[in-house]
T-cell receptor, first 110, second 116 residues
Framework: GQNIDQPTEMTATEGAIVQINCTYQTSGFNGLFWYQQHAGEAPTFLSYNVLDGLEEKGRFSSFLSRSKGYSYLLLKELQMKDSASYLCAVLSGGYQKVTFGTGTKLQVIP | KAGVTQTPRYLIKTRGQQVTLSCSPISGHRSVSWYQQTPGQGLQFLFEYFSETQRNKGNFPGRFSGRQFSNSRSEMNVSTLELGDSALYLC???????????????FGPGTRLLVL
């Protein structure tokens, strides 16, 4: 089976940096996604890690360690609009089977 | 290019009824995946179709079924509805046969189903 864990909720201050962790246990790992989902909206793609290391994209960075079954999403220079749920998802096995964590609800406060 | 569309957007049904939800992928996309999202369980994978073939299936009872047509449009059906089926049902499409960083999934707005 597969197991994906991430914190349920986090709060951070506008302008600060926040790190959202995700740990996973899976067989046949192919890659790890991070999605952002605002309340009442569909998830939108943020990043995809296949190899170990850091992927940077503007204010967002994502890190992967396959040996530790661990990833994190780093958000810099937080803005109020970053208040959303952040979903960690693992691609495993054949083709398109994507397993999502339950998501981390981030609240950015002034 | 139009995004993924899902119809209807909202639906109210009663226990025991059946429901059919529709998903039109982005033009040219051949893979369609379905997910159920509830506050307690998060996003759970239902099934995935590619070129009219079901390639993957999640751990849902047989009451949940789906299909894909030759134009890549997909439908999912839930029979004998239960209260616990109340959820947001999301459809996602992708271009490639295998997900990559360049060819990721794009989600539709979802169909919110309420079972009374």
């Amino acid at each position: 089976g597969q197991n994906i864990d991430q914190p349920t909720e986090m709060t951070a201050t506008e302008g600060a940096i926040v790190q959202i962790n995700c740990t996973y246990q899976t067989s046949g790992f192919n890659g790890l996604f991070w999605y952002q989902q605002h309340a009442g909206e569909a998830p939108t793609f943020l990043s995809y890690n296949v190899l170990d290391g850091l992927e940077e994209k503007g204010r967002f960075s994502s890190f992967l360690s396959r040996s530790k079954g661990y990833s994190y999403l780093l958000l810099k220079e937080l803005q109020m609009k970053d208040s959303a749920s952040y979903l960690c998802a693992v691609l495993s096995g054949g083709y398109q089977k994507v397993t999502f964590g339950t998501g981390t609800k981030l609240q950015v406060i002034p | 290019k139009a995004g993924v569309t899902q119809t209807p957007r909202y639906l109210i049904k009663t226990r025991g009824q059946q429901v059919t939800l529709s998903c039109s992928p982005i033009s040219g996309h051949r893979s369609v995946s379905w997910y159920q999202q509830t506050p307690g369980q998060g996003l759970q994978f239902l099934f995935e179709y590619f070129s009219e073939t079901q390639r993957n299936k999640g751990n849902f009872p047989g009451r949940f079924s789906g299909r894909q047509f030759s134009n890549s449009r997909s439908e999912m059906n839930v029979s004998t509805l239960e209260l616990g089926d109340s959820a947001l049902y999301l459809c996602a499409s992708s271009l490639a046969e295998v997900l990559t960083i360049q060819e990721t999934q794009y989600f539709g707005p979802g169909t919110r189903l309420l079972v009374l």
